[in-house]
Each structure stands twice: as C-alpha cells, then as structure tokens.
C-alpha cells in the first residue's frame, strides 16, 4: 500500500472519528438543555464610581447586576460548539480540514477552542464568584488568546526548519493569568467560599487544559506516535470531549438538579 493511500484511509478514518465526536457533543448537550434546572441563573454585574462631588471620587459603588442567563444553556452551548465544529469539517468543510492537516494544521481546532474553551472558563469562574462582568470579558478574551497563540504556533512553524517555541510560551502566559484570577477566589483570597462540588471542577478542568499543551509538546518533540500529526489530533478530539464531559455533568450533578 502506498504512501497516498495509507493517507486517505487516515483522513477516513478521522472523518468517520470527527462524525462520532460530534454527535457525541451533540446529545450531551440536548440532554442539557432538556433537563437542566432552569431556575438556576448566572447574574453578572458592575460598579461604578461617583464623580458628583468632585476629586477624589467615591466608589466603587454597590454593585448592580446588568443581566442574568439560565446556567443550563451556557453548558450547552460549549457542547454545542464543538459538536457544530465536529460535524462541519467532517461534511462540507472536510477538504479544508484535510489541506490544513497536510501541513501540520488545523485551523478550525483554535477557533472552535478559542470560544469553547472560554465559555467554560466562564462557567467556571461564575460558580468561583467572579459576577463582575468586565473581569469576565478580560477572562473570556485572555483565554480565546491563548488557543490563538495555539493557531499562531502552527502557522508559524509551517515555515521553520527548527520549532519556534514563541507562541507557544506567550499562550501559556495568556492561558495562566485567567487561573490565577481563578484560584484567588476559589481559595478564598478575596473572600470567597465556592460550593464543595466546584473543588472537583477546579481540579479536573486545570489537569485537563494543561495536558493540551502536553499534547502539543508531544507533537513538536515527535515523541513515539506522536511522529505522526494526525495522533495528537486524535488525543486534541478526546481530550476536548472528555473535557468538556466533565465541566458538563459536574455542573449538571451540582447545580442543576430539581
């Protein structure tokens, strides 16, 4: 069997593995939004300060909630996006997927991650206690950062003889901040007490983004199987179902019940 054709059963084979992904995500979050409680809701607010009496001014003031939104379909809706990106480059964009493969790439993985990956931050800093809604758009944009600088480093490596670790360690750093910002109210160190199922969240979810970029080294290092693109592109799939399986259900199981 040649080289060409031992591909195309590759590229297959990943397409039949994209459809199954996809539905998988798909009925996660149908079931979500089925029998999530609805009355749970996800307040975010803001403060303002008070200039009326001059310098310095006084504040901040109390803070005022600008809108609510049921936690059920904010759960959904991260299956959802990587079930509609699953389904789509395993149907009308799979020639696509398969160009950008060819060369080390997969462009619609840093888009699709870059706003899943951040809604569940957002999920996940909410129950932490973090309502203030411009803390959750630094948050959100930090961590769709980091999975860009993911885009960036396989652009950039298309055209180097020896792998350029630059994006690599700038979207760490994007990808740090937002924990830090996490772990300071999980731990309490601005007065917080998180409810005791978001321990279990906290734990899972940082093991889980952190093997991601193990994932990447293992690509760039070619270390065992991982000499081939196309299995650290399986593990990505795996890894961003089992993921968001676990924030899902962990969430569903503490807060949405009843």
Excluded at 22 to 44: C, E, K, P, T
Excluded at 216 to 239: A, F, H, N, S, T
């Amino acid at each position: 069997m040649n080289d060409a054709v031992s591909d195309d059963i590759k590229f297959q084979k990943l397409r039949r593995f994209n459809l199954i992904m996809g539905f998988f995500h798909f009925i996660q979050a149908a079931i979500m939004l089925a029998i999530a409680n609805y009355d749970v809701q996800m307040s975010f607010t803001t403060s303002y300060i008070d200039a009326t009496a001059g310098f310095p001014p006084v504040g901040p003031g109390a803070a005022q909630v600008l809108f609510s939104v049921p936690l059920g379909p904010m759960v959904a809706v991260f299956l959802l996006m990587s079930a509609i990106a699953h389904l789509s480059i395993a149907t009308f964009g799979f020639d696509w997927y398969v160009k950008n493969l060819k060369m080390n790439m997969n462009k619609a993985r840093w888009f699709e991650y870059a706003l899943s990956s951040s809604f569940m931050l957002v999920v996940i800093a909410w129950l932490c206690g973090m309502f203030d809604f411009v803390s959750i758009i630094m948050l959100f944009s930090l961590n769709a950062c980091m999975n860009l600088f993911g885009y960036m480093m396989e652009a950039h490596n298309q055209n180097t003889k020896k792998t350029d670790w630059t994006s690599f360690i700038f979207g760490c750093f994007a990808g740090l901040i937002p924990w830090v910002a996490l772990i300071m109210y999980f731990t309490g160190v601005t007065g917080g007490n998180p409810p005791a199922f978001v321990y279990g969240i906290m734990i899972s979810i940082a093991f889980f983004f952190n093997i991601f970029a193990v994932n990447m080294i293992m690509q760039y290092k070619k270390v065992g199987k991982w000499k081939d693109y196309l299995y650290g592109e399986r593990v990505y799939i795996i890894l961003s179902l089992v993921a968001k399986t676990a924030l899902a259900w962990q969430v569903f199981a503490g807060t949405m019940v009843g």
